[in-house]
């Protein structure tokens, strides 16, 4: 038995790769197929969201860190010695002889002290808001109230831990949020979290 291609006039024989079969009617397929039965979300009810694992938004956020006072310094990043390309960026973190440097849009390379030094050119607006942002998420602590970004808006809430890039943030309903250091605005720095 041959097939005939409906959509041109060429015959395809049968072969070990298309062993023959005979044809299926629509009412045969609607018989054999099934129906799922999908959660229908309208914009009246957000998306359900999954309560976040701690140990992988950690991760994401670079682990649990305090920096020292070289974050958001702009700087030249030496390629000899380190396993790094040559580069102007932020200082994001500092703590002994490691240093984390944002280079580009979202990349950020690890390197050691002796491989970065002051930038003396002209700091492009972009890097000028960036090592802003870094510099006041730095003088963030462990128990500071903040406001901070989600997709609906804004929300308050208490920094639970602080991390290299951001940190886990509890909302005052008890929800746990990660947040980038971008998005995290403090408060008021004297008043700290209830026990």
Known sequence: MAYTNRHSARTIGSCARFPQRRRVS???????????????????SPAPREPIDLEA???????RGLTEALAGSV??????????????GVVLFAQGDAVDVWIDDGIVQRTTRGSVR???GIVPDKLAELATDAKEFATLSEGIRVRFATRDGSAVGGIVE???YGALVLRDDGKMFAIGFRKIKALSRSVLLPN
């Open 57 to 63: 938004a950690r991760k994401k956020l670079g682990g």
């Open 26 to 44: 629509s009412c045969e397929w609607m018989a054999r197929s099934r129906k799922f039965s999908l959660p229908l979300i309208t914009p009246a």
């Open 162 to 164: 602080k991390c290299r």
């Open 75 to 88: 700087v030249e990043v030496d390629a000899r010695g380190a396993r790094c390309a040559h580069g102007v």
């Open 118 to 120: 002051p930038f003396g």
